[in-house]
């Protein structure tokens, strides 16, 4: 499976960004897809994860300020990030979990907020 994640940046505090992330290739029964973090330092931790039926799940840091979606059809999930903070600073990257290819991540996007 092929994860590519596209969207990161340079914004000022406050501002938004989108991220997409797209799975291809030896995919079966998509699972979930899902955004994962990493800042400098710190070891990766999840952003928010959706569910192949449209569950989804956030990290208490970012609920109300990011939103997660899923195009089933395109095998595409989407992060829209709101409210950024210094804190959101970090490597985004996404996961896919297929019921039989398993676990595939991405190569990951920097997301800068920065004045």
């Known amino acids: 499976v092929q994860v590519v994640e596209s969207g990161g940046g340079l914004v000022q505090p406050g501002g938004s960004l989108r991220l997409s992330c797209a799975a291809s290739?030896?995919?079966?029964?998509?699972?979930?897809m899902g955004w994962y973090r990493q800042a400098p330092g710190n070891q990766r931790e999840l952003v928010a994860t959706i569910s192949y039926r449209g569950s989804t799940n956030y990290a208490n840091s970012v609920k109300g300020r990011f939103s997660i979606s899923m195009n089933n059809a395109k095998n595409t999930v989407y992060l829209q990030m709101n409210s950024l903070k210094s804190e959101d600073t970090a490597v985004y990257y996404c996961n896919v979990k297929d019921m039989f290819a398993g676990s595939s991540w991405g190569q990951g996007t920097q997301v800068t907020v920065s004045s």
């Open positions: 290739g030896s995919i079966y029964s998509i699972n979930e």
